[in-house]
C-alpha cells in the first residue's frame, strides 16, 4: 500500500474531535492534522494588523494574508507510562492528560499555540474560514501536508518535556502509515476518498461544558477567561458558530454520506477512541 491511510474527523465545535483525533494517531501510530489550526492562524494574523474580519470588504487582504502564511504543525504524541502498556489504561484525567499527545502551532515560525485559542480568534474566525479565497488557500496547505509528512519535526525538539519519550515518533517518522485530520469539510471536499470518515456530533449543553472545562484547564490565568466564564455564553458561542459553519456556501459543515456517526454526549473520550480504532483495524486488514 503506497497511500497513507486516511481518517478523516469532521464535527461541530467541541464536539471532541482534536482531542479524540490525537489518541487515535497515537493509537495507530499515525500522523495528526488540525486544520481549525490554518483558520485560527489566518483568523489571528488578520486582527494582528488591525484588520476587521466581519468586514466583507477586507476579504482581499484576508485572502493574501492567508497565502502568505507559513503554517506548522508539530505534534509530540506521549508514550503510555510502562504500567500502563498492558493493563487498562485509567480514566482518571491526569492519566488522561499524561498521555494526551500536544500539537503547538507555529505561524511564521513564531509560537502562536494559545495565541489562536483566546476568545477574540474564536468570534471571529468562521468569518474567515467562510471567504472561499481563503479555504483554497488552505486546501493546499493541508494537501501538502497530507502527502508529504513534512511537518511533523524531529524528535529533538521536545527534549525538555520527560513526559514525552521519542523512540516512537522516531518510528513513526521512518514508517508513515497514516494520517488523521480534523475539522468541518475533511470527509466532504479536503479527503474525500479518506479511508475511514467520523462525524462527531454531542448535545451543545454538553459541548459548552467540556469547552469550558478546558478553557479553565488551559487559561495561564483568570484575566484570559474574562467573558468566557459563563456555561450559556460558551453554548450560545459554539451554537452560533455551528451555524455559520453550516450555511456557509463553500465546503459547508455537514456529515458525509459515507461517514460513521458517532455522538460522544454519553461517551467517555477512551470509548470514542477505541470505536474508531477498532473501525480503523477493520478497514485496514480489507485493504
Ligand atoms: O476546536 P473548535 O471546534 O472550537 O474549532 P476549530 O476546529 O479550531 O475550528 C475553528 C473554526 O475554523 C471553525 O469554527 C470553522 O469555522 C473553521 N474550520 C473550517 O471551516 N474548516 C475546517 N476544516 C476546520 C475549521
Ligand atoms: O476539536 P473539538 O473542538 O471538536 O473538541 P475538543 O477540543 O477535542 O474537545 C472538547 C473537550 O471535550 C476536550 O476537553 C475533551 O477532553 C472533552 N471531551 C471529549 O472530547 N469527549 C468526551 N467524551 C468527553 C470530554
Known amino acids: 500500500r503506497t497511500k497513507p491511510f486516511q ?3 469532521d464535527g461541530p465545535a467541541a464536539s471532541g474531535k482534536s482531542t479524540t483525533a490525537k489518541l487515535v494517531a497515537q493509537r495507530l ?43 506548522q504543525l508539530q505534534t509530540v504524541f506521549a508514550e503510555p507510562p510502562p504500567a500502563f502498556n498492558n493493563g487498562q489504561p485509567s480514566s482518571s484525567l491526569s492519566t488522561r492528560s499524561f498521555l494526551l499527545p500536544t500539537t503547538r502551532v507555529f505561524l511564521n515560525s513564531k509560537d502562536v499555540s494559545s495565541d489562536i485559542r483566546t476568545g477574540i480568534v474564536s468570534k471571529h474566525v468562521s468569518a474567515v474560514a467562510a471567504i472561499g479565497n481563503v479555504r483554497e488557500a488552505v486546501l493546499q496547505k493541508v494537501r501538502n ?42 470527509g466532504t471536499v479536503v479527503l474525500p476518498h479518506a479511508d475511514l470518515k467520523v462525524f462527531l456530533v454531542a448535545d451543545s449543553r454538553v459541548r459548552a461544558e467540556r469547552r469550558l472545562q478546558e478553557l479553565i484547564m488551559n487559561a495561564a490565568d483568570s484575566t484570559e477567561l474574562q467573558g468566557q466564564l459563563d456555561v450559556e455564553a460558551v453554548q450560545k458561542d459554539l451554537e452560533r458558530r455551528d451555524e455559520l459553519d453550516r450555511t456557509r456556501k463553500v465546503s459547508p459543515l455537514r456529515k458525509a454520506e459515507d461517514a460513521m456517526e458517532l455522538d460522544t454526549s454519553n461517551l467517555t473520550i477512551e470509548e470514542q477512541v477505541d470505536a474508531i480504532v477498532q473501525e480503523a483495524l477493520h478497514r485496514q486488514r480489507q485493504c
Do not use: W
Not at 38 to 60: E, M, Q
Not at 168 to 185: E, F, H, I, N, Q
Open 29 to 71: 501510530g499515525f500522523d495528526y492534522i488540525d486544520t481549525g489550526a490554518f483558520y485560527r492562524c489566518i483568523t489571528f494574523a488578520t486582527l494582528s494588523k488591525g484588520i476587521d474580519p466581519s468586514d466583507s470588504n477586507n476579504n482581499h487582504q484576508i485572502s493574501d494574508i492567508a497565502e502568505r502564511s507559513v503554517i
Open 145 to 186: 501536508l497530507g502527502a508529504t509528512d513534512a511537518h511533523v519535526k524531529g524528535p529533538n525538539d521536545s527534549k525538555n518535556d520527560n513526559n514525552n519519550s521519542n523512540s516512537g515518533l522516531a518510528a513513526k517518522l521512518s514508517t508513515p502509515k497514516g494520517l488523521v485530520m480534523d475539522g468541518r469539510d475533511i
Open 7 to 9: 481518517v478523516a474527523i
